[in-house]
Structures are given as structure tokens and as C-alpha cells.
Nanobody, 119 residues
């Protein structure tokens, strides 16, 4: 079991940058995969990217490739989402999630942090 809390959201102008943080409490296992998702009002949840806790391998959704970077600090139980060159369409609630490799997929979720990008 892992508890997740996101932070770092806010208002930023188009072209600017933000770094979101996800603090994980509880024991983290090397097999975990940590993901970021986002959801705009009236739209379905969208996959942003994910990182392997052990290897640091990352993958990203097509809409953010080349602009967003996921990293982690294993010693601090932290996951980060660095967002550069932000567009207004990046606006939404951003969520951190954990896939604990139980076969259930991402079954641990944070409460989310709001990102608003102005034009």
C-alpha cells in the first residue's frame, strides 16, 4: 500500500514551465511503476507518462513527448513531472498514481494538483 500526495500546481503563462511533485508514503518496492495522468474539465483522463522505480525507464504520451520529463528520487520517495513549453491545452488536474504490479494496474492515486496555463 502506498499513499500519494501531489503538489506544485498553479497558474503559468503559455511557454512557461512547472515542476510537479508526488510524495509517496509507505514502503516503496523496486517493482513499482509510477505514472502521471491528467484530466481536463469535461474530458476523459489522459496518460501523461510513467517511470520505473528501479531502472528509471520512462515513457510518455504523444501529446507531451519532448516537453515533459519524469524523474524520481528513490531515497526521498519522490516522483517529479517537469513540464516545459506549456500550452493552454495542458491545463487540467494532474494525478500521480502507482502500479504495484498486482495485476490491477494503477490502483493507488493521489488527490491531484491543478495546472492552469494561460494564453
Amino acid at each position: 500500500q502506498v499513499q500519494l500526495v501531489e503538489s506544485g500546481g498553479g497558474l503559468v503563462q503559455a511557454g512557461g514551465s512547472l515542476r510537479l511533485s508526488c510524495a509517496a508514503s509507505g514502503r516503496m518496492f523496486s517493482s513499482y511503476r509510477m505514472g502521471w495522468f491528467r484530466q481536463a474539465p469535461g474530458k476523459e483522463r489522459e496518460f501523461v507518462g510513467a517511470i520505473s522505480w528501479s531502472s528509471g525507464y520512462t515513457n510518455y504520451g504523444d501529446s507531451v513527448k519532448g516537453r515533459f520529463t519524469i524523474s524520481r528520487d528513490n531515497a526521498k520517495n519522490m516522483v517529479y513531472l517537469q513540464m516545459n513549453n506549456l500550452y493552454p491545452e495542458d491545463t487540467g488536474a494532474y494525478y500521480c498514481a502507482a502500479d504495484r504490479m498486482t495485476g490491477r494496474g494503477y490502483d493507488s492515486w493521489g488527490q491531484g494538483t491543478q495546472v492552469t496555463v494561460s494564453s
